[in-house]
């Protein structure tokens, strides 16, 4: 696919990658522990919005956000991850496309 | 209504509603109707009924603490598993399994954000009456015009209103206008109090309300940090926030120190300091049963009978082969 428009369709994402890791290093620390799910729910919605894209991921972290309440059971609960995977995940969190060559 | 208000709304009329409920018995009680302190002590009741609605899930957490008791060699198994592997990889698999051992046992005593959660709408409806009220605009609900422009003048010590911050006083200050010193002190002791309460609740449980395990645990370190980390969030949001806002953490961090106190003393966490401490008080009082004193009462019921004592070769007799 052309290049320039896998990045701007990535964009959305990305720029909601880069408001959850600000709210991991600067708010999560004030809560400490207290998410009753591995992943914490912050660390769901990262790799929700990584997996699924800003709109669809942010619901799922929303559902996320709902299931974790007193009362829950907790446990993982990972991301369910994409049958095709089509991008890669920088070490920082941003998704870009898969460089081509490699098929 | 824009998308917050009509989200905030339902928790804007219930935080009037708690407040108005609270000035008019305190009036009723013969306390000055435009005082500030009135409206303080409205603020007061306030967090005092919505922390106390938060009792039952503290309750819960506290159980599933002492639960932890039975998995704790389960738990050890995990840390010394994974001791002394500090890379990310090693420690995730860490909490997964720690995770995942809380859920087979039903002793997760994590309490999940929900709490904290509960509480920050609930501060920005009173941040936003406070607002409304600071220009003297009714509230949405039970604060009428009359109550709101009450609340909005209400000042402490004669001129430091409610609804005023260190920050706008700072603003004029830098401005070379007119400003109220008596509202830069207030809010600067408040940031001052809300830190020590901190403070003293977190070392509380640091130094007497850890068992071992917990405290070689990564989760310990982060604790540590926290400590330093919020006396910077108060000084900021000291800075920021009305003093009728600042009433309400102030208060609320007060509720939170005194309820661990309560906890740490009556049902200290296992195998910690607080839990020795307990057990020589009760020990000196001569009322220590058990760790767990309710189990030996199933165990031995009481005799309602005396037992006749016996002479030992009457005793022999009974007990003796038959022959």
Redesign the interface.
């Known amino acids: 696919m052309n290049r320039f428009l896998t990045t701007l369709i990535l964009l959305p994402r990305n720029a909601g990658v880069l408001v959850l890791r600000a709210y991991r290093a600067l708010i999560s620390?004030?809560?400490?522990?207290?998410?009753?799910?591995?992943p914490s729910?912050s660390a769901y919605a990262l790799g929700a919005v990584q997996e699924y894209g800003l709109i669809v991921g942010s619901a799922r972290a929303g559902l996320r956000l709902g299931r974790?309440?007193?009362?829950?059971?907790?446990?993982?609960d990972d991301v369910p991850p994409k049958r095709n995977r089509r991008y890669t995940v920088t070490s920082f969190g941003f998704v870009i496309a898969t460089s081509h060559g490699k098929g | 209504m824009d998308l917050l208000g009509t989200i905030l709304w339902p928790l804007k009329w219930a935080v009037e509603l708690l407040l108005v409920a609270f000035h008019s018995l305190f009036s009723v009680l013969g306390m000055d109707t435009d005082a500030g302190l009135t409206w303080v002590l409205s603020i007061v009741g306030l967090v005092i009924v919505v922390r106390a609605a938060l009792i039952p899930i503290f309750v819960r957490q506290i159980k599933s603490q002492r639960k932890m008791l039975e998995v704790a060699p389960q738990l050890k198994k995990i840390q010394d598993k994974y001791k002394g592997k500090k890379d990310q990889f090693s420690r995730e698999a860490m909490s997964r399994e720690t995770m995942d051992l809380y859920k087979r046992t039903g002793t997760n005593p994590l309490s999940s954000c929900l709490p904290l959660l509960l509480q920050m709408p609930i501060f920005f409806a009173l941040f936003s009456v406070l607002n409304d009220a600071q220009r003297s605009q009714a509230g949405v609900g039970p604060l009428n015009d009359d109550l709101a422009k009450s609340f909005g003048s209400a000042t402490l010590f004669g001129d430091a209103p409610l609804h005023d911050s260190f920050a706008s006083q700072w603003t004029k200050m830098i401005a070379g206008q007119d400003f109220n010193a008596v509202v830069m002190w207030i809010a600067a002791i408040m940031v001052v109090l809300m830190t020590a309460s901190q403070f003293i609740t977190q070392l509380q449980i640091v130094s007497k309300n850890m068992s071992p395990e917990t405290k070689a645990s990564p989760m310990f370190k982060q604790q540590r940090i926290m400590l330093y980390l919020l006396p910077l969030v108060f000084a900021f949001s000291g800075v920021a926030f009305p003093l009728g806002v600042m009433f309400y953490w102030l208060t609320s961090n007060i509720w939170t120190m005194i309820q661990q106190f309560l906890v740490i003393r009556n049902m200290p966490t296992p195998g910690s300091e607080a839990a020795k401490a307990r057990e020589e008080r009760l020990a000196r009082k001569g009322k220590l049963i058990a760790t767990d004193g309710d189990v030996i009462v199933v165990e031995e019921p009481k005799k309602s009978q005396r037992q006749q004592p016996i002479a030992k070769n009457r005793a022999k007799k009974q007990t003796g082969p038959k022959k």
Do not use: N, S, T
């Open positions: 620390p004030l809560y400490g522990d207290v998410c009753r799910y591995y729910c974790c309440h007193p009362w829950a059971e907790g446990g993982i």
